[in-house]
């Protein structure tokens, strides 16, 4: 993205969020079932979405480097997982509160997606353990690559293992017949969800053009020195 | 066939240096013996035997993290590693060759751990040995890409662990779903499918891992 548009896209972006806080304190119906604290969903979900499109993301900018030996996509690779692993957390803390609200605990071992956060927010923590352990040079950007790779190989694999691993008490919102939602529950889901993506993609761009800048100090500075 | 080769004469390698210098095995069985007595332990008087078969999946894991720290220690020595890029024609068949070792050290150090399992615990049964051997082969496949990826970082002995276990945990779960579940042939094909993906992810990504 050219730097001048990116004011525009983070506009955009904050347009969005505030129209997203407001479709949902005021279209949205209160739920039957959970009332007012069902209104976290529309944060939660479109978080915890909005993450593995940024996991997935960073693993084909990853595919892309070693592929196609694209020089940028190490870097933005890197920052795909880096703001994944921040949507993660959000959606662990707020599930977490949900799950206070509407089970009564903290933690609970039963919901199959907090389960998954935790585990891929373990996994891709490492990655940082790993790749600020390795020089930097081809052969980090390689083994960085690799380990995205990995990461969303294990994305489904562990949903299906913990699917497996115990009952099921989560309420499953989007079935194989639709979501099961009314029409102005789906809107300001939507609606979060594009806000959500929104943001991701600016938070993206303007830690992208940080450390490009980052980069481009260093590499001037070495010529200097030199 | 001339892969096959590479491969055959790769564990042969690995499975000779043990021969001679004996220095992953015996630690193997040593360490998988002392946590099963650790395990003793931890399990109160009255728990059930469930749990004993659950605990023994926190063993098979840490022994297999223990053979797979050591697993480039030869290669890492005097940049040896580099003799056999040269060497091999097609660089994931060091990979297949180091993990058909670490395999057999696995499966020898669980030779002697199941028995002993059996002997101080419960009976283990046919969906156990199942498992085990399934969860054998992710954990090696795996297991084995890992531990090149740490010896090349800063970190080494002090990264796999962190790498390898968020990986590990859904052969965890087919393993023990395998040993305690009441469904042990769902849990063991779940293995197997775990076993099929990333075999085939670490065999395709293992070159990278290796060179610039």
Redesign the interface.
């Given at each position: 993205m050219r730097p001048d548009r990116l004011p525009v896209f983070a506009a955009s972006a904050l347009a969005l969020m505030a129209s997203a806080v407001a479709v949902v304190a005021y279209v949205a119906p209160i739920d039957a079932d959970q009332g007012f604290s069902q209104k976290i969903f529309y944060f939660h979900v479109p978080v915890a979405l909005t993450s593995y499109a940024l996991f997935g993301w960073g693993a084909w900018k990853a595919l892309r480097h070693?592929w196609k030996r694209d020089e940028r996509a190490d870097l933005e690779s890197y920052v795909a997982i880096h703001l994944g692993v921040i949507f993660g957390l959000t959606t662990l803390l707020t599930g977490s509160i949900w799950a206070k609200i509407s089970w009564g605990r903290w933690w609970v071992w039963s919901s199959d997606q907090l389960v998954l956060f935790l585990?891929?927010f373990?996994?891709y923590s490492?990655y940082f353990?790993?790749r600020f352990?390795?020089e930097p040079?081809?052969?980090r950007a390689?083994?960085s690559?690799?380990?995205a790779?990995?990461g969303v190989?294990?994305i489904p694999?562990?949903f299906?293992?913990?699917r497996?691993?115990k009952d099921i008490i989560h309420p499953v919102v989007f079935k194989s017949s639709g979501p099961d939602m009314s029409g102005k529950m789906f809107l300001a889901f939507c609606v979060s969800w594009a806000a959500m993506l929104a943001l991701a993609g600016t938070l993206y761009h303007v830690e992208l053009a940080g450390k490009r800048l980052d980069q481009r100090l260093k590499e001037l500075r070495e010529v200097l020195a030199s | 066939m001339t892969y096959l080769a590479d491969v055959g004469a790769l564990a042969r390698k690995d499975l000779t240096l043990e021969l001679r210098a004996r220095d992953t095995l015996p630690a193997m069985l040593l360490f998988v013996l002392s946590i099963l007595v650790v395990f003793h332990f931890v399990l109160p008087p009255e728990s059930s035997d469930l749990a004993a078969k659950g605990l023994l999946w926190v063993g098979i894991l840490f022994t297999a993290l223990l053979g797979l720290t050591r697993a480039f220690a030869a290669e890492r020595e005097d940049d040896a590693i580099d003799g056999l890029i040269l060497a091999t024609r097609d660089r994931s068949a060091i990979w297949l060759g180091k993990a058909l070792a670490v395999f057999v050290f696995l499966a020898l150090a669980e030779l002697v751990a199941l028995p002993a399992f059996a002997l101080f615990f419960t009976d283990i049964g046919g969906g156990t040995i199942a498992g085990v051997v399934l969860a054998d082969v992710g954990l090696c496949a795996?297991g084995t890409?890992l531990a090149a990826?740490?010896t090349?970082?800063?970190?080494r002995e002090l990264?796999l662990p962190?790498?390898f276990?968020?990986?590990a945990?859904?052969i965890v779960?087919?393993g023990?779903?395998a040993s305690v579940g009441s469904h042990p042939a769902?849990?063991a094909g779940?293995l197997a499918?775990?076993d099929a993906?990333?075999a085939l992810?670490a065999w395709a990504?293992f070159d990278?891992?290796l060179?610039?």
């Open positions: 070693l585990v891929l373990l996994f490492a353990m790993l352990s390795v040079g081809p052969r390689n083994l690559a690799v380990y790779l990995f190989a294990l694999v562990s299906l293992a913990i497996l691993s | 795996v890409l990826m740490a090349a970082s800063r970190a990264l962190l790498i276990l968020p990986l945990i859904p779960v087919g023990v779903g769902t849990y779940f499918l775990y993906i990333f992810l990504s990278y891992v060179t610039e």
